[in-house]
Nanobody, 123 residues
Framework: QVQLVESGGGLVQAGGSLRLSCAAS????????MGWFRQAPGKEREFVAS????????YYADSVKGRFTISRDNAKNTVFLQMNSLKPEDTAVYYC????????????????WGQGTQVTVSS
């Protein structure tokens, strides 16, 4: 099973940008769809974005569409989340996950998770 480690979180002012990375172990990374989820304090974890195994298909939550971009580099076993025009409501712990389909924004479709990275957006 693939193991995932997120990085790149931090504190940023509203309107700023951050780029999250998720490094995967294992030789089968390129066979997985990858997703980003987030969990804000007191809220359930929610879907943010996903990408298919080859990187040419993506899917976004409406709340981040046009501001966030998911991408992957299979040669480096890494998936990225570029976050622009950040808002205070984007504050959350961000998790990357590996699964077998990118088209369904459900946690149940993913079977490997990272430990999360904190993103805090100040107003």
């Amino acid at each position: 099973q693939v193991q995932l480690v997120e990085s790149g979180g931090g504190l940023v002012q509203a309107g700023g940008s951050l780029r999250l990375s998720c490094a995967a172990s294992g030789r089968t990374f390129s066979s997985y769809a990858m997703g980003w989820f987030r969990q804000a304090p007191g809220k359930e974890r929610e879907f943010v974005a996903s990408i298919n195994w080859s990187g040419d298909r993506t899917y976004y939550a409406d709340s981040v569409k046009g501001r966030f971009t998911i991408s992957r580099d299979n040669a480096k076993n890494t998936v990225f989340l570029q976050m622009n025009s950040l808002k205070p409501e984007d504050t959350a712990v961000y998790y990357c996950a590996a699964g077998f389909t990118y088209q369904y924004p459900s946690e149940a479709r993913y079977n490997a998770w990272g430990q999360g990275t904190q993103v805090t957006v100040s107003s």
